[in-house]
């Protein structure tokens, strides 16, 4: 039987009792919302707050570059730096009673011969360090080692030796498409060619890692949350790096052998607008940049501008026959040198009697003096507004520091230049502007905009193409279709046809001597910029390919660029597998009348 005096100790008991399992519940819920619901929230602020939190940073890897067929032109890859601590390493050798497994004579042998160092000049190099301050705790001992060389480091189970990763940017093909393809600063960050244009792509995004840490620096576990970095895409370029490698050699060979400054080679497909190369001598090895001068860090095949000269009759020819001005059996009489009657005075570049050219001889003999005669059938804007048609003072892809040329508005051309427009001089061009004119002339008058860039592909497989490029056409076909027949009677006809000859394949070709300007209004004395610009084939017109070459002295006319435009377009022929002409050249057109 309870006592009302038992009851009342007994009855505070379950109430105290109660109260601390409500107090306890509390708790519980509490620490389930602290550590389960909000955990995520709660370690974000926690991470904020003093010096519990850190965060590392994780970081992606640049995208590659890579050829049409997927040949890589710049990588990134994981290198290591390895360092020794002196310091440390003589506490562990001094240990009498806990010597070190492996003594330090026997391990700088190893060390030395991983990192590829001569094992006395290593040990007296951390003695040097030792003397210098017995408490160092740094001696590198290698940089940029590869993932190969760090694990054998790490193998020896060196407590003084350590390794920290980087990533290095590295170009496996060297100076082939080096001017193209560019180069990173020290920060990774692109500083030319398609390593600053392609940025957005090529650029990877980086991760982090936060943690809280206890007291002794250890991570708390549950408390790490890891956002992963993403890596750059891929960019794929439409260059055939195997065409641009053999390019590059023949146009140095060539350039030198000419005595020239510099020479380019650029390779466009007619009926995409593709440049399959765009070869240049000096070039650039992106893995040295030292190794040549800062003048050739850039690219001179979008860099240079030249005044186009004879290879841009074809242009006048094209806004004669388009405007309906002149046809085939349209003449007009000149002497190699004339007085025009505003004063102006044209020369040929050989002397010769008064000829009754044909449009077709005035292209073949390069006759700047019958070519002012017939650019004057139309009027003078229509010429500007097919120049401009074909793209003369525009960008052709926005390549970095691409360069526009110039052209000048009419109401500028005096009385010299209202002649010497006609036969490319008072504007100036790229070598890709001079292709894609070429271009559009084989593509039956349908200027494609030229390009370089194929597609970037991201991590996670998806493929980002650049817009279509812009499809006009400048002339109409029928143009295209004469202007391709001249210029296949230039190649058979003209001066340089044995030279330029390529067996089995009918070719189209124009030539260019253009004065070199002395920066003063005026032109130097006995040098020039001569180029070279071809079809092929003729009659089913796949490649238009343009040599240039600046200032050669050994041979100073167009026929300097003959032997390497001869050679480039026989490769590009033979790499693409070209099937040979079927169709035999029409009757030779007559140069005079």
């Known amino acids: ?234 960019v794929t370029l439409t260059i055939n790096s195997d065409l641009q490698w053999y390019l590059q050699q023949m146009i140095a060979e060539e350039a030198q052998t000419q005595k020239a400054q510099s020479g380019t080679v650029t390779v466009v497909e007619i009926e995409t607008g593709k440049i399959r190369a765009a070869a240049e001598w000096p070039s650039l090895d992106p893995n040295d940049l030292n190794a040549s001068s800062p003048d050739d860090w850039g690219t001179k095949v979008f860099g240079n501008t030249f005044e186009p000269g004879s290879t841009f009759k074809a242009v006048t020819a094209a806004a004669l026959l388009d405007s309906g001005a002149v046809d085939m059996n349209t003449t007009v009489t000149a002497s190699s040198h004339e007085k025009f009657a505003n004063g102006a005075v044209i020369n040929d570049a050989f002397v010769h009697g008064a000829y009754q050219y044909t449009l077709a001889g005035a292209l073949i003999d390069s006759s700047n003096v019958a070519l002012s005669k017939f650019g004057t059938m139309v009027d003078p804007q229509v010429r500007y507004d097919y120049l401009e048609k074909f793209g003369v003072g525009q960008t052709t892809i926005d390549f970095p520091r691409e360069a526009t040329g110039e052209i000048h508005p009419v109401s500028e051309w005096d009385a010299q230049s209202l002649y010497t427009t006609t036969f490319g001089q008072y504007y100036t061009v790229t070598a890709p502007q001079l292709a894609n004119v070429y271009q559009a002339i084989g593509n039956d008058g349908e200027k494609i905009d030229i390009s370089l860039i194929e597609s970037c592909t991201m991590p996670d497989g998806t493929v980002i193409t650049p817009e279509a490029p812009k499809h006009e056409q400048v002339i109409k076909k029928s143009t295209a279709t004469t202007l391709q027949r001249m210029l296949e009677n230039v190649a058979v006809q003209g001066g340089l046809a044995d030279q330029i000859k390529i067996p089995g394949y009918r070719i189209g070709i124009k030539t260019g001597t253009a004065q070199v300007t002395d920066g003063k209004g005026g032109y130097k004395k006995g040098v020039y910029y001569t180029s070279m610009v071809g079809i092929a084939p003729i009659d089913d017109p796949k490649y238009a390919v343009v040599v240039t070459l600046d200032q050669p002295t050994r041979i100073t006319s167009s026929a300097a660029t003959a032997s390497a435009f001869q050679k480039a377009m026989t490769q590009v022929l033979k790499t693409y597998r070209v099937s040979p002409s079927t169709v035999p050249m029409d009757e030779p057109l007559p140069k005079f009348k």
């Open 1 to 234: 039987m309870t006592t009302r005096a038992t009851r009342g100790p007994r009855r505070r008991t379950v109430v105290a009792l109660a109260v601390i399992l409500i107090v306890l519940s509390a708790f519980v819920v509490r620490l389930v919302d602290i550590q389960v619901v909000s955990a995520s929230d709660h370690v974000e602020d926690s991470l904020q707050v003093g010096q519990l939190g850190s965060t590392d940073t994780i970081h992606g890897d640049r995208g590659s570059i890579v050829d049409q067929n997927g040949i890589a032109l710049a990588a990134s890859v994981k290198v290591y730096d390895a360092q020794l601590s002196p310091s440390l390493m003589q506490e562990l050798e001094d240990d009498e009673k806990n010597p070190p497994k492996v003594p330090w004579n026997e391990a700088s042998d190893r060390i030395a011969a991983i990192i590829g160092q001569d094992p006395e000049e290593l040990r007296a190099a951390v003695a040097a360090n030792l003397e210098a301050d017995p408490n160092s705790q740094y001696y590198q001992l290698a940089k940029g080692l590869s993932t190969e060389k760090y694990l054998e480091l790490r193998d020896l189970g060196l407590l003084y030796v350590y390794a920290k990763a980087r990533e290095t940017r590295v170009y496996p093909n060297g100076a082939v498409a080096g001017n193209v393809v560019g180069y990173v600063d020290s920060a990774g960050d692109g500083q030319a060619g398609i390593e600053q244009m392609q940025t957005q792509c090529l650029s990877p995004t980086s991760g982090e890692r936060s943690y809280l840490r206890g007291k002794d620096g250890v991570t708390i576990p549950g408390s790490e949350r890891t956002v992963d970095a993403v890596d750059g895409g891929t």
